[in-house]
């Protein structure tokens, strides 16, 4: 079961556990998408019949926000919202090191991929931009950071912390040498906020990672991630 945040006849919003894909992979293991299509059918009693597709994808490793539709036409009215830029995603990241970084800074990469793995490329590859709302340093050289999504690349915001050299807690494959628990990072999906695909009213969803008490309570002090910005 995984927890639901919101669900009307349009749509539904899940909290993705870290290690859990957000799809079926191409081994067959299940993703977060198959078990609320398993939920939906068993529930109304319509096995094989459900529609229900990611309007976003969030890794594997990662935990947090993941929202579903469930008609073609919620898909399609969200797919064009993300295009045209009208839904926002904030992050809540630990990383390691004492990051110094002022509120409202803007990182900008270009990335490729090679290997399933982002790396850094020149201009002509495809722009990564994202902004750090927030940050507390914590006692044991770790940073806590709130970030806004600007573009949406794969693997983005792991690729562009480990490019300064403060890697996420746990993300061995972008460098970081602490240890959290295998397959999982301290990266989460805390913040969404978009427009309801047929109502057009504001949709907001918070949501904050299970890693520790002490960790949880800084995260509750981040006024931004319970307000959103002028479009």
């Not at 995984?2 to 749509?11: A, G, K, R, S, Y």
């Not at 970081?176 to 109502?199: E, M, R, V």
């Not at 990672?209 to 319970?226: A, R, T």
Request: net charge positive.
């Amino acid at each position: 079961m995984l927890p639901i945040l919101f669900e009307d006849n349009h749509l539904i919003a899940v909290e993705k556990p870290s290690g859990l894909p957000s799809q079926l992979t191409p081994d067959g293991r299940k993703g977060a998408e198959d078990i609320v299509r398993e939920l939906i059918e068993k529930r109304e009693g319509k096995p094989g019949k459900a529609f229900v597709h990611v309007v976003h994808r969030l890794d594997t490793a990662a935990s947090g926000i993941l929202l579903l539709a469930k008609t073609s036409k919620a898909l399609s009215r969200l797919s064009e919202a993300i295009r045209e830029k009208k839904i926002q995603k904030r992050y809540v990241a630990l990383v390691e090191g004492t990051m110094q970084v002022e509120k409202n800074k803007r990182f900008i990469d270009y990335m490729r991929h090679s290997s399933r793995k982002a790396a850094p490329s020149d201009t002509e590859g495809k722009k990564a931009e994202l902004e750090i709302i927030d940050s507390v340093l914590l006692a044991d050289k770790t940073t806590l950071l709130l970030i806004e999504l600007i573009t949406g690349r794969y693997h983005q915001i792991r690729f562009q912390l480990s490019q300064r050299g403060f890697p996420i807690v746990g993300d061995t494959k972008y460098g970081s040498q602490k240890t959290y628990k295998p397959g999982k990072i301290c990266l989460h999906h805390a913040f969404l906020s978009f427009p309801h695909p047929t109502l057009k009213n504001e949709i907001t969803l918070h949501s904050l990672p299970h890693w520790n008490d002490s960790v949880s309570k800084q995260i509750s002090l981040f006024d931004c991630l319970y307000t959103h910005p002028d479009r």
